[in-house]
């Protein structure tokens, strides 16, 4: 079988072809309908008026156009369903480029927390409802492939050394593991079973779908995580009755409950005590990591409401400073969960920020990173 292009003067060209074909086909240039066999393929354009009909040919007819549309089509609904995948693959791709010399990770935390329009050195690898185990993955992965980082900076809540994605009873949550990490580093930690990822990309034997997938969501990918059409407030962690209220529209009632409700379910994490013993080893690891390699650790307890804050436990602060405080390593805090300088706008939820939250902190880590520097 072989392969033509009916080049048609600016609208169809081998060149343009070239991303859109699996990298083992040749694309031929075709100048007449004679050198075509039965079984070959001719790729043209709608608009050439010259195309004979389809009927009439022996070979496969491929409308440029037609096939872009369809393989747009299935790349965006592989896109969107697996958002988490691409964006996290492209940070990483970035991240190891010479230019960054500061990782940001940690969870949900430090995605909503962060404002990419601020960074320039650094890369932002938090994840929702990325633990500390995932969290330390892509640390590793970009320090083994960049040698100029200097920063790491992790950020938390203060249940986070509690944390155990692999162990969630949320097939939500745990179905991260099959969406991003397991493609990603081909680890899917402590879980048992793993629920499969819904496959949604088309398969060909001509067309390189990955590829297209893979210059459509670099280029979402220098939009941010949140942008226009991916709004911080759709994700806001509605822990009220009232879904379609966002949390500057709750009456200080809702958001008490809301707050209580919230971190109720991180109060109940502490009980984890094997995902406990776990992280502290995996964080000594990781320090001794850093220090081998001269990078300097800074450990942000991001801001919360204080609709939240009044309701986590005593124990669950005192365990995380425990555990900072007999780990062996340079260790830089930055602690705002109770800092009065964020307003209620600043929030998306009971313990998110929102965009002028996000600013907010991100000025702050730039600024303590220099500090330390």
């Known amino acids: 079988m072989k392969v033509y292009v009916k080049e048609f003067l600016d609208t169809l060209t081998i060149e343009m072809m070239i991303p859109w074909v699996s990298k083992n086909v040749c694309l031929l240039p075709l100048h007449s309908f004679a050198e075509v066999s039965v079984g070959d393929i001719v790729i043209v354009s709608r608009l050439d008026s010259s195309v004979m009909r389809r009927e009439e040919l022996e070979c496969t007819i491929i409308i440029c156009e037609e096939i872009f549309e369809k393989i747009l089509l299935n790349v965006r609904r592989e896109y969107h369903y697996n958002y988490d995948y691409y964006y996290m693959k492209n940070a990483l791709e970035e991240a190891v480029s010479p230019k960054i010399t500061t990782i940001i990770s940690g969870s949900s935390y430090g995605l909503y927390g962060i404002d990419h329009t601020l960074l320039s050195h650094e890369v932002n690898l938090s994840m929702t409802s990325q633990d500390l185990y995932y969290s330390l993955k892509g640390i590793y992965y970009v320090c083994e492939r960049n040698p100029g980082i200097q920063n790491v900076v992790l950020c938390m809540g203060y249940y986070y050394f509690f944390s155990d994605l692999s162990k969630t009873q949320s097939l939500k949550e745990v179905s991260r593991i099959s969406k991003v990490y397991a493609p990603l580093y081909?680890?899917?930690?402590?879980?048992?079973?793993?629920?499969?990822?819904?496959?949604?990309?088309?398969?060909?034997?001509?067309?390189?779908?990955?590829?297209?997938?893979?210059?459509?969501?670099?280029?979402?990918?220098?939009?941010?995580?949140?942008?226009?059409?991916?709004?911080?407030?759709?994700?806001?962690?509605?822990?009220?009755?009232?879904?379609?209220?966002?949390?500057?529209?709750?009456?200080?009632?809702?958001?008490?409950?809301?707050?209580?409700?919230?971190?109720?379910?991180?109060?109940?994490?502490?009980?984890?005590?094997?995902?406990?013993?776990?992280?502290?080893?995996?964080?000594?690891?990781?320090?001794?990591f850093c220090s081998g390699r001269n990078i300097h650790v800074l450990l942000v307890v991001t801001p919360v409401t204080p609709y939240y804050l009044n309701c986590i436990s005593d124990d669950c602060r005192a365990n995380f400073y425990h555990v900072l405080n007999t780990s062996s390593g340079e260790i830089h805090v930055l602690d705002l969960a109770g800092d009065t300088g964020y307003t209620e706008e600043d929030f998306n939820d009971t313990d998110h920020l929102s965009e002028t939250g996000a600013e907010k902190l991100t000025v702050a880590i730039l600024s303590t990173l220099k500090e330390i520097e």
């Not at 949390?247 to 707050?259: F, V």
Request: glycine share 4%.
């Open 186 to 288: 081909h680890d899917i930690h402590n879980c048992v079973l793993l629920p499969p990822k819904e496959e949604i990309m088309y398969e060909s034997n001509i067309f390189d779908l990955h590829n297209v997938a893979k210059i459509y969501s670099c280029e979402e990918y220098h939009k941010g995580y949140f942008h226009e059409t991916h709004p911080r407030e759709k994700y806001a962690v509605r822990a009220w009755d009232d879904k379609e209220k966002n949390w500057t529209d709750l009456r200080p009632d809702e958001k008490e409950g809301a707050g209580k409700q919230r971190a109720g379910l991180h109060n109940k994490v502490t009980k984890r005590k094997a995902s406990l013993v776990e992280n502290v080893g995996l964080f000594q690891s990781f320090l001794d």
